[in-house]
């Protein structure tokens, strides 16, 4: 079963949605605790408590599996974030909700976040581009919606005048860069830095007087 056939999508029980759940996590805990290289079928079936063959009937080739790990977690962050910015009442209070919800979403998924990762480094496309850097998607699908949220807050006075694209590409660089810190700092205080990043870019961002 492809995860591409329309048909079988549509057609899948509620067993089959749950199996390849469980495969899809199985998977996240492979590449977050062995990487890209070590990470296999027979790897995913041995932490499923599953046969080969199981895998292979819901995702074709390694690759499938792996699309499906990228979008069911940017899908999760997706539902945890939306309701969260659309509850804001400007473009400045969805602003700091896009921060503060992206932010506790990474610091509350590590391990989705470092398999996500893992993907995003190895994964390459036909062309021998990475495949998956910046979302399922790429990185303007990612990027357009909080381009033009800075667009829009600047349109309404809650913002300060800026290039908006470089702004957003600055914010997901602040963004993306918390795994770093994580990795590689053990006194790394998560509920601190959100707090800093997020009063960072209301003060870079902010209209004077506002």
Known sequence: MRSDDRSAVRNRTFTEEARRAQ?????????????????????????????KSVI????GSKEELLDEVVRSVY?????YMTPRIMAGESARDRL???LRSNL???????????????IAVNV???EGSLRFVGGPDGAEAGLKPLEEL????????????????AMAWMIRNLIDGTTKPRVLDPAFDFDSYIGELVGLVDRATRRAGA
């Not at 292979?56 to 995702?59: A, E, I, K, N, V």
């Not at 899908?75 to 539902?79: I, P």
């Open 96 to 98: 700091v909700a896009y």
């Open 104 to 118: 506790e979403f990474i610091r509350d998924h590590a391990e989705a976040i470092a398999a996500v990762a893992e």
């Open 23 to 51: 495969i899809v996590g199985c998977a996240i805990e492979v590449l977050a605790k062995a990487g890209y290289a070590q990470t296999s079928f027979a790897r995913v079936a041995e932490r499923a408590g599953i046969s």
């Open 150 to 165: 800075l667009r829009r807050g600047q349109a309404d006075g809650d913002f300060a005048e800026f290039d908006p694209r």
């Open 124 to 126: 390459r496309s036909r």
């Open 56 to 59: 292979s009937y819901h995702f």
């Open 75 to 79: 899908a999760e962050g997706a539902r």
